[in-house]
């Protein structure tokens, strides 16, 4: 197998330039003048031979020029000739190595004491180690912020320090990204031998199609069998008969080897202390749900995080959480009713708890100092429309906080328009007919336990007629919506104290209302959770690692798992649980057959570096010839300037004609 290739392919244009002295010596031709001489016999003779004599020799400068022409550009185009016939010099030339280094955070798996990232060193300074000083190598690693940094053309080899520093990330490019920038890099290099290598622990993933050049994969896991625990999904359950603070935390365990796991120990951290611990079994393949109680020891917000003791891999043991707990809330009512109905009053009756303190309030009571007072508002029926009861409004939205909203047939104009902007709805007519509720929002935090429940008592008889919505529907039913979310505001478009709302006496109503408004207050049973990647806004944040950064932008992409606090425009702090996606916990091993140009290297992948040592470029070659053909252009014209004043001239003896 062997071809050319050219470096610079885009020069290949400019060899149309080969026939530029061709054009020239045809637009230039011109027939001479006629001279007659007195003895036309001898004359005649000459000038046919040295008529034929001129045209060879113009035809041959011709052809130099060309070929000149020619070689200069094919020499900045750099061809480059391989063949399998060549046989390998004892020195390889000089070569341009650029290597892609996953590093995803499967590459901190341990086997053996080691970690795969480890042995991804070992390889990076072996290939280091056989570089020359006319080499050149390019590190790209899955890290954009290193990449920036570090991914540049380095002589020689690799630093030693750079090659200590490396790390894995949470958030990989994909190897798509990676090629892109090491072809890049090789281009710049302006070498002729070029080589592209691929080390990773043989984690499947998107690869590139047809790279160029051929991409050799140095798998440095090959014949591991991995035996990875992993950590996700902890949450505390709500407290739905008496609010107290044991506490339960729900979580997910997987074992990912293959096979059976026992007297696997489990802890919590809460803040900075261990404050529980269990023993659990894991069945090969499988993933487990588990709980353990932990005890509160203050109200504000609580953090931390459930950890699966693993060595192997350590990226994926822990599951952080966080969630606000106050044992005896605060709930102002806002109603210009004398009384509240009976099922909404036992509701918040449960929801605060004996500790707790509901205090309903008149409308024109309302002010912006009973945000501070109040964890949780709730808005029944038709309170009457002010200036006041917007701006709380707008300022609970402003903080990131919400309200429950219930409704009755007495809502005035400007209430609706209220409620209208704020859900994204349009109020058409009261309805008395009764509706069955028919659809459950099976993803939303407030539905999320109902659905796929049977719900006994299911008909909705009093609500409004809603037409659109910006917000998330809960609660639907022949054509009906019967309750929707947007941010932290709940809407319960029904009456709470309607007699033939079955719905109402259905124990799923409780279950209902109790995380509607744990969901419109700052007790969000499930806290606050993000993933990597996510952007949050706040006017500042303190990151995991303790480092304070204020937001001039007034938001911030998590870049960190771990435990966030989130300085509020309003001076309010929150704490919010950021984990790490679990794609690389679950190995699969790629298959590499059917890629094109991608090649899977052995154990004995050291003896491939530098293959194309068997390439020439001919660039040299090309010049050197260039210049010779310059040479015979200049002895040939030299030669054609002296020949007639060595043999002389005949003076013409006739006139012209």
């Given at each position: 197998m062997g071809g050319l290739s050219f470096l610079n392919s885009g020069l290949l244009l400019f060899t149309a330039a080969t026939v530029l002295p061709l054009l020239i010596w045809l637009l230039a031709k011109r027939k001479p003048k006629r001279v007659v001489f007195s003895s036309l016999r001898f004359i005649k003779a000459g000038q046919e031979q040295e008529k034929k004599r001129t045209r060879l020799k113009n035809i041959l400068l011709l052809i130099i020029r060309m070929l000149i022409i020619l070689l200069v550009t094919?020499?900045?185009?750099?061809?480059?000739?391989t063949s399998a016939r060549l046989k390998p010099s004892q020195k390889h030339p000089p070569t341009a190595i650029a290597i892609l280094l996953d590093t995803s955070y499967s590459l901190d798996y341990v086997e053996g004491s080691r970690s795969n990232l480890d042995r991804a060193k070992d390889a990076l300074n072996r290939i280091s180690g056989?570089?020359?000083?006319?080499?050149?190598?390019?590190?790209?690693?899955?890290?954009?912020?290193?990449?920036?940094?570090?991914?540049?053309?380095?002589?020689?080899?690799?630093?030693?320090?750079?090659?200590?520093?490396?790390?894995?990330?949470?958030?990989?490019?994909?190897?798509?990204?990676?090629?892109?920038?090491?072809?890049?890099?090789?281009?710049?290099?302006?070498?002729?031998?070029?080589?592209?290598?691929l080390i990773t622990d043989g984690q499947k993933q998107e690869y590139p199609q047809a790279p160029e050049p051929t991409l050799n994969v140095i798998?440095?896991?090959?014949?591991?069998?991995?035996?990875?625990?992993?950590?996700?999904?902890?949450?505390?359950?709500?407290?739905?008969?008496e609010r107290s603070r044991r506490q339960s935390l729900e979580f997910q365990l997987t074992n990912h080897g293959s096979q059976d796991r026992d007297e696997v120990l489990v802890k919590v951290v809460l803040g900075a202390a261990k404050v529980a611990?269990?023993?659990?079994?894991?069945?090969?393949?499988?993933?487990?749900?588990?709980?353990?109680?932990i005890d509160l020891q203050q109200d504000g917000w609580?953090?931390?995080?459930?950890?699966?003791?693993?060595?192997?891999?350590?990226?994926?043991?822990?599951?952080?959480?966080?969630?606000?707990?106050?044992?005896?809330?605060?709930?102002?009512?806002?109603?210009?009713?004398?009384?509240?109905?009976?099922?909404?009053?036992?509701?918040?009756?449960?929801?605060?708890?004996?500790?707790?303190?509901?205090?309903?309030?008149?409308?024109?009571?309302?002010?912006?100092s009973l945000l501070d007072a109040y964890q949780t508002f709730v808005f029944a029926g038709a309170a009457p429309y002010s200036p006041k009861l917007r701006d709380i409004v707008a300022k609970l939205s402003e903080n990131g906080r919400g309200a429950l909203f219930c409704l009755d047939p007495n809502l005035s104009a400007e209430y609706r328009s209220l409620l209208g902007g704020l859900f994204g709805v349009s109020?058409?007519?009261?309805?008395?007919?009764?509706?069955?509720?028919?659809?459950?929002?099976?993803?939303?935090?407030?539905?999320?336990?109902?659905?796929?429940?049977?719900?006994?008592?299911?008909?909705?008889?009093?609500?409004?007629?809603?037409?659109?919505?910006?917000?998330?529907?809960?609660?639907?039913?022949?054509?009906?919506?019967?309750?929707?979310?947007?941010?932290?505001?709940?809407?319960?478009?029904?009456?709470?104290?309607?007699?033939?709302?079955?719905?109402?006496?259905?124990?799923?109503?409780?279950?209902?209302?109790?995380?509607?408004?744990?969901h419109a207050g700052t007790l969000v049973a499930a806290g606050e959770n993000q993933l990597l990647g996510d952007t949050v806004n706040a006017s500042g944040i303190v990151l995991p690692d303790g480092q304070s950064l204020e937001l001039a932008t007034r938001s911030h992409k998590l870049e960190q798992p771990g435990i966030h606090i989130l300085r509020l425009p309003d001076g309010s702090q929150k704490t919010i649980a950021v984990n790490a996606p679990l794609q690389e916990s679950e190995f699969e091993?790629?298959?590499?057959?059917?890629?094109?140009?991608?090649?899977?290297?052995?154990?004995?992948?050291?003896?491939?570096?530098?293959?194309?040592?068997?390439?020439?470029?001919?660039?040299?070659?090309?010049?050197?010839?260039?210049?010779?053909?310059?040479?015979?252009?200049?002895?040939?014209?030299?030669?054609?300037?002296?020949?007639p004043a060595r043999a002389g001239s005949i003076p013409p003896t006739g006139r012209e004609t």
């Open positions: 094919l020499a900045a185009t750099r061809p480059l000739l056989l570089c020359g000083e006319e080499d050149r190598l390019i590190l790209v690693s899955s890290d954009d912020k290193w990449n920036r940094l570090h991914a540049q053309i380095y002589a020689g080899g690799l630093p030693e320090e750079l090659i200590g520093q490396i790390a894995t990330t949470y958030t990989p490019l994909p190897l798509q990204a990676m090629l892109d920038l090491a072809v890049a890099k090789l281009g710049e290099t302006q070498l002729a031998n070029r080589e592209l290598y798998n440095i896991a090959a014949g591991q069998n991995l035996a990875n625990l992993s950590c996700s999904n902890a949450r505390v359950l709500p407290q739905l008969v611990e269990k023993f659990v079994s894991l069945p090969a393949r499988q993933t487990v749900n588990q709980s353990i109680v609580q953090s931390g995080y459930v950890e699966v003791v693993d060595d192997r891999l350590e990226r994926d043991n822990r599951s952080y959480f966080s969630f606000p707990f106050q044992l005896a809330p605060r709930v102002a009512v806002v109603s210009g009713s004398r009384g509240l109905p009976l099922y909404l009053r036992s509701l918040l009756d449960v929801y605060a708890g004996s500790g707790g303190r509901i205090d309903q309030l008149d409308p024109g009571q309302l002010n912006l109020f058409g007519a009261w309805q008395s007919e009764p509706k069955t509720i028919g659809y459950v929002n099976p993803h939303h935090f407030i539905t999320s336990l109902l659905s796929g429940k049977n719900i006994r008592y299911n008909s909705l008889a009093e609500y409004w007629k809603l037409s659109g919505t910006g917000g998330a529907t809960l609660l639907s039913g022949g054509g009906e919506i019967f309750a929707l979310a947007k941010d932290n505001f709940v809407l319960w478009n029904f009456d709470p104290g309607d007699q033939r709302s079955t719905f109402l006496l259905d124990a799923s109503f409780a279950v209902f209302a109790y995380r509607s408004l744990e091993a790629m298959d590499y057959q059917n890629l094109k140009k991608t090649r899977l290297l052995g154990p004995n992948w050291i003896n491939t570096l530098f293959h194309t040592r068997l390439g020439h470029d001919l660039w040299k070659i090309l010049l050197a010839t260039a210049l010779a053909l310059v040479i015979l252009e200049l002895i040939l014209v030299k030669t054609e300037e002296l020949r």
